[in-house]
């Protein structure tokens, strides 16, 4: 059926009224969008808003049948029963988790379900020239034969991006592409995105990193709980971050970090003359002689390019869990300590919430409750026996305090959005009372929203007299959160500055060079 539209600029989407339920909760309740063709459309939302979901029933992960309203694709609507119907009309969708196979060939990925055949057989000489030739329209001049897992993420989101291309892709969707990338990867594909846009490739981007929307976008779409809020257009309606936040979250945040006055101790952790070598790689240091402490009720951040060595320094400390041990003490409360292994961390009273929370954080196949106790199961077990109802009592109490957006603590761990996932994460280490938590990238692909409660719950743990360490790639993040902040650059710590003399320029300084500060 042909949808007639009385628009004056041609509409290459319509989704209407999108309705979509899972048990016990409405994920989307007439949801309307609408994005003209030839632009870069972003979706904007707090987590668990219901983005993805609506990006997923656009693209047939979920399919007709599953949702109520019409999606109207240049005029027609549309029944698509699965991704490959989606793709055929030339809707493209890359999401936040890479469907990248690791031990395959660039050439291989790209063309996966999709191969040059001749008289029967694959053709890979074709294959692989015109990898070739894709590869240079994405800008990515590696050889097609790499396999995946030995490329950056920066350079895996461009190889997804070829994929689309030969897919022919007309309406591309990006879920949070940037959301791994370092500043200058980002900016990479930033540019790449515009560039597809000059050559009539309309693109629906979602995005937690507003001043990257701000910088590209034509038009916003608000989501909030489930419903559609608002469009906005960037320059008529003089759009900028303040103005998306106050959309998504209903309100106008104040300030980015909650007030804070910092309560700080003792020195009671300190890393000395710590050096450990790459995992795979011998002779490779990845930790050269590093040297840091932690004060109660501090908050330590540390700053690094991506492959500075910040989570393997960190990783190391945890009991040991990355790379080979060369030499180095930690010392607490004055006391020289031996974790030899993570039990032996978290028996010293560490905690350390991973930069990937989905592979190292969180058993997927877990819910709530069960991720909730799970580091410290003795506190609610006698006699080696799980107390069912001490469980459900601590994941619900943290569930509250946090926040958490779940029906229930027995929702499996997988089914909540990032920030939500995170949230979990977090509730698993205060179980455990630590009295050192480490945070790596702890509000990666999280909304403004969630960000500040996850920043108040950093604060509020170092004010009951606890340390904190916040590794970021958000220098400004850094720098409203941190009391002193150490700078790492190939292995090693080349600085520490305190909050009163920081700013991102003497960051970025120290985090390029190797000379050590003063």
Not at 34 to 58: D, F, P, Q, W
Not at 254 to 262: G, K, L, Y
Not at 376 to 387: C, H, N, P, Q
Not at 425 to 453: C, H, N, Q, S
Request: aromatic share 6%; with cysteine; hydrophobic share 40%.
């Amino acid at each position: 059926m042909t949808i007639p539209t009385t628009q004056e600029e041609p509409v290459i989407l319509e989704m209407r009224s999108i309705t979509k339920e899972f048990p016990g909760v409405k994920a989307l309740s007439n949801v309307s969008l609408r994005v003209k063709a030839g632009e870069i459309h972003a979706i904007c939302g707090e987590n668990g808003a219901g983005k993805s979901t609506l990006m997923k029933v656009l693209s047939g992960v979920y399919p007709y049948g599953s949702y109520e309203g019409d999606i109207v694709y240049q005029a027609e609507v549309q029944q698509f029963k699965d991704i490959r119907a989606s793709e055929h009309a030339g809707i493209v969708i890359i999401h936040q988790e890479l469907a990248l196979i690791p031990e395959l060939s660039i050439t291989e990925n790209i063309f996966l379900g999709n191969e040059p055949t001749k008289w029967g057989v694959i053709d890979w000489a074709e294959a692989r020239k015109r990898s070739v030739e894709l590869l240079a329209r994405v800008g990515l001049r590696e050889d097609p034969d790499t396999p995946i897992k030995e490329i950056g993420v920066g350079k895996q989101q461009l190889v997804e991006i070829a994929k689309a291309l030969n897919k022919s892709v007309k309406l591309l969707i990006l879920d949070e592409p940037t959301a791994a990338l370092n500043e200058s990867d980002s900016q990479h594909l930033l540019d790449l995105i515009l560039g597809l846009k000059g050559k009539g490739i309309t693109s629906i981007i979602i995005s937690h990193k507003l001043n990257e929307i701000e910088q590209i976008a034509d038009e916003i779409t608000i989501i909030r709980d489930g419903k559609s809020i608002e469009t906005l257009n960037v320059k008529r309606d003089g759009v900028d971050e303040d103005r998306i936040i106050k959309g998504m979250v209903g309100r106008t945040l104040e300030s980015r970090f909650p007030d804070h006055v910092p309560k700080i101790g003792e020195v009671f952790f300190e890393v000395r003359n710590w050096t450990v070598g790459h995992p795979q790689i011998q002779d490779r240091l990845v930790c050269k002689n590093s040297n840091f402490f932690v004060r109660r009720g501090e908050i330590v951040g540390f700053a690094g390019l991506m492959g500075a060595g910040r989570t393997e320094l960190a990783r190391s400390v945890f009991g040991r869990s990355y790379g080979h041990f060369v030499s180095g003490q930690v010392y607490m409360d004055g006391k020289e300590v031996t974790l030899r292994n993570v039990h032996q961390a978290i028996e010293a009273g560490l905690g350390y919430v991973t930069e990937d929370r989905k592979s190292l954080g969180l058993n997927l196949l877990d819910d709530i409750k069960t991720t909730t106790v799970s580091a410290s199961l003795e506190k609610i077990s006698k006699r080696s026996v799980v107390d069912t109802n001490k469980e459900f009592a601590v994941a619900e109490q943290y569930r509250k305090s946090l926040r958490t957006k779940a029906p229930s603590v027995q929702e499996g761990v997988a089914k909540l959005s990032g920030g939500n996932q995170q949230k979990v994460v977090l509730a698993k280490w205060m179980f455990t009372e630590p009295e050192l938590l480490i945070l790596d990238e702890p509000t990666r692909g999280i909304d403004v929203g969630a960000k500040y409660e996850i920043y108040g719950i950093i604060q509020r743990l170092a004010n009951e007299g606890k340390g904190v360490i916040v590794i970021s790639s958000e220098l400004p993040e850094l720098l409203g959160l941190s009391d002193r902040i150490y700078t790492i650059f190939e292995g090693a710590i080349t600085g520490v500055l305190n909050k009163e003399e920081a700013s991102q320029e003497s960051l970025m300084k120290l985090m390029t060079s190797a000379r050590k500060a003063a």
